[in-house]
Structure formats: structure tokens, C-alpha cells
């Protein structure tokens, strides 16, 4: 289970401004993004979904909220419903940048870094209700230009909610709507 870390944290202030209506937690990790989604008023219901079947079932144990659901998706591969709000803590770094003994999932994007927020943005748009909003999070390390363009590429646009500085990398939060 990928532990809250900074990232996490600083995701998890705009997941308490921002979700709203039906809310999808892609890659839950520890449920911490799905426990303060829950929290407001705002919010209908949260599906939290991990690739890992571990992560689901100790979040099955050890979270006991009726707002919140959980399941086993490899991205969108098991979610079927639309969506208000989408918080995505992606893996994000990138193989090559971090000792290659270093088997967790919960930390790499692919080999460039991007490569699975690549895939999540070719699609993402079937699955997120006209208004919704998408809450992200992720590294300098994952080139915070190369995102950009995906996202855009993607036919939506973007405002950085909050940046962080720590030790060697940038962390950026950002609110993604459909452009127009």
C-alpha cells in the first residue's frame, strides 16, 4: 500500500475544496483522497479503485465510510459510470530516474514518467460527466511541459491549483476541465 506522502497531502487540500456529485478515486493507495472526498457534503458517493486486489482489501477492512465504494481496476478497465470529480495520484516517476530495484507500481509511470497518464487521458473523457472536474497531482520528474501537452492534446485545459517545492523535485496540483 503506497503510504500518504507529500504528494498526497498536497492533493488531498484541493480534493476538500473542489469534489463535488459522484467522485472516482483512481489509484486510491492508502484512501486517503477518498476519506476526504467523503468528508464534504457536497459529495454523493466515492468509488475508490486500485490495480492492486491487496490495497482494495485492506481499505475494505480498515475503511468503514457508506459513501465509500471500492473495487479492483486497472485504470478505467472495471468502471462503467460517470463521474463528477476524478482524483488521479498517478504513479509518476519515471524508471530510469530511480534505482531500478525498485519494484512498486505505486511510484512509476513508465519509463519516460507520463506514459500512464498518457493512457489515462486518451480516455478519460468517456467517464466524467459534462462539468466534471478532474483533480491531479504529479512530479517535475514526470516533465511538467510533456503533461501539459498531454492534457491539452487531450481536449482539455488546466489551471495549477498549488505547486510544492521538496528536496529535488516540484510537485504541481492541477484542476482539468473539457476545453470550451
Do not use: C, W
Amino acid at each position: 500500500m503506497y503510504p500518504p506522502q507529500e504528494d498526497s497531502f498536497l492533493l488531498l487540500e484541493q480534493v476538500k475544496k473542489y469534489a463535488r456529485g459522484k467522485v472516482l478515486d483512481m489509484g486510491t493507495g492508502s484512501g486517503i483522497q477518498a476519506l476526504g472526498a467523503a468528508e464534504k457534503n457536497e459529495v454523493e458517493s466515492v468509488l475508490a479503485v486500485d490495480i492492486d486486489r491487496k490495497v482494495i482489501d485492506e481499505l475494505k477492512k480498515t475503511i468503514n465510510n457508506p459513501k465509500i465504494k471500492f473495487m479492483v481496476s486497472d485504470l478505467f478497465s472495471n468502471i462503467f459510470k460517470r463521474y463528477d470529480t476524478i482524483i488521479f495520484n498517478p504513479p509518476y516517476l519515471p524508471r530510469e530516474e530511480i534505482d531500478k530495484k525498485i519494484k512498486d507500481p505505486a511510484l512509476f509511470g513508465g519509463k519516460e514518467g507520463y506514459e500512464i497518464l498518457e493512457k489515462f487521458f486518451k480516455i478519460v473523457g468517456n467517464y466524467l460527466n459534462d462539468g466534471g472536474i478532474i483533480l491531479l497531482v504529479f512530479s517535475s520528474f514526470t516533465k511538467k511541459e510533456k503533461v501539459d501537452e498531454i492534457i491539452s492534446n487531450s481536449g482539455f485545459s488546466f489551471e495549477q491549483l498549488n505547486s510544492q517545492h521538496i528536496f529535488f523535485e516540484d510537485l504541481f496540483v492541477y484542476k482539468i476541465a473539457r476545453k470550451g
